[in-house]
C-alpha cells in the first residue's frame, strides 16, 4: 500500500531531481490537488491510501511540474488575497508581490477603477471585492486574457460592476477614474532569456515584455492616464526591481504629481504611486 506520505516523499524527491525550486511545496499542492483536498489539509490525511485515481492524476501533475511547467497551470488556480483566481496560460500567474499594490490602492476610498492591462483581472477584481461600492472598467488587448477576467468576476461576483474592454491599454476608455492600476510588461527584450522555464516557456510574452526596453507600458500609461483621472485621482503601477527612478520619471514628465514607492515584503521597491495635480472637478462624461 502507497500512502499519501509515500507518495508525497517520492515526489518532493522527483521534483528536486529536475531542478525545480522548492519542490516539497509544490509536491504537496499538486498531492492535494489530485486528491480533491485544500494544502493545508493534506497533512489530516497522510497516513490514508493513495486511490488509483488520484494516482494517476498526481502522475500527470508531476510530469508536467518536472517539465517546468506552473503549478498554476496545472490545477487551473492561484491564491491571490485570500481569494482562489482561474489561471491558464492566456494570463499572467499572479504573484504575491502584486499584493503590494492592492495593499496601497485600498489605503484611500475610490468609486470608479481602471485596470489597465487586466490579465486575469486579479487587481479590478480584488479591489470591488473589498470595495463593494466600487465599479470599474478592465482592458486587455487579448480576448483569451478577458475571458478569464470574465471568469473570475463571475466566481467573485463582481461581473454586475465590472466592465471589460478589448483594446491596447486604455484607448477608448472613458474617464474620469479616482483610480488607476496596472501591473504591465516590463520585462526588457534583452533579460527574457534569463527567465526561469516556468515563466519565460509558459506564460503569454505580451504579458511579460513590452519586446524593448521594458518601459513601453509606463510611456504608453503616463500618455493616457492624465486624461483619465479625476484632478487628485490616483495612479499606481507594479514594476521590475530597479525600474523605479525610470517609471518616475516618466510619469513625471507627463504632469503627475505625489510620486512615491512602495516596498512589497522582500523589501523591493515595486510599485510606483502619483496622482494628478487638484484643480476645478472634472465633469462626468
Same mark, same amino acid.
Not at 509544490?26 to 491510501?49: F, I, K, N, P, V
Given at each position: +500500500?502507497?500512502?499519501?506520505?509515500?507518495?508525497?516523499?517520492? /515526489?518532493?524527491?522527483?521534483?528536486? !531531481?529536475?531542478?525545480?525550486?522548492?519542490?516539497?511545496?509544490? $509536491?504537496?499542492? @499538486? @498531492? !492535494?490537488?489530485? +486528491?480533491? @483536498?485544500?494544502?493545508?489539509?493534506?497533512?489530516?490525511?497522510?497516513?490514508?491510501?493513495?486511490?488509483?485515481?488520484? $494516482?494517476?492524476?498526481?502522475?500527470? /501533475?508531476?510530469?508536467?511540474?518536472?517539465?517546468?511547467?506552473?503549478?498554476?497551470?496545472?490545477?487551473?488556480?492561484?491564491?491571490?488575497?485570500?481569494?482562489?483566481?482561474?489561471?491558464?496560460?492566456?494570463?499572467?500567474?499572479?504573484?504575491?508581490? &502584486?499584493?503590494?499594490?492592492?495593499?496601497?490602492?485600498?489605503?484611500?476610498?475610490?468609486?470608479?477603477?481602471?485596470?489597465?492591462?487586466?490579465?486575469?483581472?486579479?487587481?479590478?477584481?480584488?479591489?470591488?471585492?473589498?470595495?463593494?461600492?466600487?465599479?470599474?472598467?478592465?482592458?486587455?488587448?487579448?480576448?483569451? $486574457?478577458?475571458?478569464? $477576467?470574465?471568469?473570475?468576476?463571475?466566481?467573485?461576483?463582481?461581473?454586475?460592476?465590472?466592465? #471589460? *474592454?478589448?483594446?491596447?491599454?486604455?484607448?477608448?476608455?472613458?474617464?474620469?477614474?479616482?483610480?488607476?492600476?496596472?501591473?504591465?510588461?516590463?520585462?526588457?527584450?534583452?533579460? +527574457?532569456?534569463?527567465? !526561469?522555464?516556468?515563466?519565460?516557456?509558459?506564460?503569454?510574452?505580451?504579458? *511579460?515584455?513590452?519586446?524593448?526596453?521594458? #518601459?513601453?507600458?509606463?510611456?504608453?500609461? /503616463? &500618455?493616457?492616464?492624465?486624461? *483619465? *483621472?479625476?484632478?487628485?485621482?490616483?495612479? +499606481?503601477?507594479?514594476?521590475?526591481?530597479?525600474? /523605479?527612478?525610470?517609471?518616475?520619471?516618466?510619469?513625471?514628465?507627463?504632469?503627475?504629481?505625489? #510620486?512615491?514607492?512602495?516596498?512589497?515584503?522582500?523589501?523591493?521597491?515595486?510599485?510606483?504611486?502619483?496622482?494628478?495635480?487638484?484643480?476645478?472637478?472634472?465633469?462626468?462624461?
Amino acid at each position: +500500500m502507497t500512502t499519501l506520505a509515500d507518495a508525497l516523499a517520492a /515526489a518532493t524527491e522527483r521534483l528536486a !531531481a529536475a531542478d525545480v525550486p522548492e519542490p516539497a511545496g509544490d $509536491a504537496r499542492r @499538486l @498531492l !492535494a490537488h489530485a +486528491m480533491g @483536498l485544500e494544502a493545508g489539509r493534506l497533512t489530516l490525511h497522510l497516513r490514508e491510501s493513495l486511490p488509483a485515481e488520484a $494516482a494517476s492524476r498526481f502522475e500527470a /501533475a508531476l510530469t508536467a511540474r518536472a517539465a517546468r511547467r506552473p503549478v498554476s497551470h496545472i490545477t487551473g488556480a492561484r491564491l491571490f488575497w485570500g481569494r482562489r483566481f482561474r489561471v491558464t496560460a492566456d494570463v499572467l500567474d499572479p504573484r504575491p508581490e &502584486t499584493e503590494t499594490l492592492v495593499a496601497a490602492a485600498l489605503e484611500a476610498p475610490c468609486a470608479r477603477i481602471l485596470d489597465i492591462g487586466t490579465g486575469s483581472g486579479i487587481l479590478a477584481i480584488t479591489l470591488l471585492a473589498e470595495t463593494p461600492t466600487a465599479t470599474a472598467v478592465a482592458t486587455d488587448i487579448s480576448p483569451a $486574457a478577458l475571458n478569464v $477576467a470574465e471568469s473570475n468576476a463571475a466566481t467573485h461576483g463582481v461581473a454586475h460592476r465590472l466592465t #471589460l *474592454l478589448e483594446t491596447t491599454w486604455a484607448e477608448g476608455v472613458s474617464g474620469p477614474f479616482d483610480l488607476i492600476v496596472s501591473n504591465p510588461p516590463y520585462i526588457a527584450r534583452a533579460d +527574457m532569456a534569463g527567465l !526561469a522555464p516556468e515563466v519565460r516557456d509558459h506564460e503569454p510574452p505580451i504579458a *511579460l515584455t513590452d519586446g524593448g526596453d521594458g #518601459l513601453g507600458a509606463y510611456r504608453a500609461i /503616463a &500618455t493616457q492616464a492624465p486624461g *483619465l *483621472l479625476r484632478p487628485g485621482g490616483r495612479l +499606481m503601477v507594479e514594476h521590475g526591481v530597479g525600474q /523605479a527612478g525610470a517609471v518616475c520619471a516618466i510619469f513625471a514628465a507627463a504632469g503627475l504629481e505625489s #510620486l512615491r514607492l512602495r516596498a512589497d515584503l522582500d523589501g523591493r521597491e515595486r510599485v510606483v504611486i502619483c496622482s494628478l495635480p487638484s484643480g476645478p472637478a472634472a465633469p462626468d462624461l
